[in-house]
């Protein structure tokens, strides 16, 4: 079921969903704002309650599954809320944008296409290209997703999805309910949306390793392995880029973007097969 649930919610994904509707950060700005608006704020507001509040939604809908107890509900709920969390129409708009200004020369319009990305995606890294930035995008859309998903099923992705969204560009007209919702202190969602990606920034870096560049990647990959300090980003993007070398004038060109695009895209066929094979072995339900 858990393999199914992953492929219907790709699949829809890809051929499908063309609305904000079937975004998380959606439902994810709805419960801060009924959260700023009620009791709620008092648990999202205090230091060690923060984490509670982190963990509700997905709590929630981990209990209704287990009362209900029914593998049909349960596929379709899995299903719905993967192709929730991983549903980023907003930013393929975006790429989609992107591409045309390239097609017709216009870098400056492409430049300020992938500024926008990088802004609303909350990306640390003022110095990454526009390959690297995406794959950065890919690895928090897809790649953790799944690896929650198959970990912690609905409960990991809700919490991950509110997390991710947490550490994103706030619009103009949610700035109050955001503070009033977090308050001052938000190292919780810091502190959970770094080990969230800890352990899978590494597991998705030995998957460039093993599609890419092995050599280059795994000693990359090796420096990293034990460091619990450096930014996941700075890990993803660094292995990537070992596994995908390119040379200095293809940065932030078609080239860059395209061959980032299409690692990323074979990691992550990659470990579909790797799921496929421990769920037809019996290692994984």
């Not at 509900?73 to 907003?90: D, F, P, Q, R, Y």
């Not at 390959?131 to 897809?142: A, D, E, M, P, V």
């Not at 990359?220 to 995908?244: M, R, W």
Request: charged share 15%.
């Amino acid at each position: 079921m858990t393999l199914i649930s992953m492929l219907l919610a790709l699949i829809i994904e890809r051929l499908a969903v063309r609305s904000n509707k079937w975004q998380a950060s959606g439902y994810c700005r709805a419960y801060v704002r009924f959260t700023a608006g009620s009791a709620l704020s008092k648990l999202s507001t205090h230091s060690l309650g923060q984490y509670l509040w982190l963990a509700l939604p997905g709590a929630l809908v981990m209990l209704v599954l287990c009362l209900l107890d029914s593998r049909l509900v349960s596929l379709v709920v899995n299903t719905l809320v993967l192709l929730v969390a991983i549903g980023c129409w907003h930013y393929r708009q975006l790429y989609k944008q992107y591409l045309n200004a390239m097609d017709r020369g216009d870098e400056e319009a492409a430049f300020i296409t992938m500024q926008q990305i990088r802004t609303d995606m909350g990306s640390t890294r003022e110095q990454s290209s526009y390959g690297q930035l995406l794959i950065w995008l890919n690895f928090r859309y897809y790649a953790a997703v799944v690896f929650w998903f198959l970990l912690l099923g609905a409960f990991g992705v809700i919490t991950y999805a509110l997390v991710r969204h947490l550490q994103e560009a706030v619009a103009e007209e949610d700035a109050a309910a955001y503070a009033a919702c977090l308050g001052d202190d938000n190292k919780a969602v810091h502190y959970v949306a770094h080990w969230a990606n800890w352990f899978p920034a590494r597991l998705f870096g030995l998957g460039f390793a093993l599609v890419g560049h092995f050599s280059r990647a795994s000693t990359a990959l090796l420096g990293y392995f034990l460091d619990f300090t450096a930014s996941n980003e700075q890990v993803v993007v660094d292995v990537a880029t070992a596994a995908e070398p390119l040379p200095a004038e293809s940065i932030n060109t078609l080239d860059d973007t395209s061959y980032m695009v299409q690692l990323a895209k074979r990691n992550m066929l990659f470990f579909l097969a790797f799921t496929a094979i421990l769920t037809l072995t019996g290692w994984l339900g």
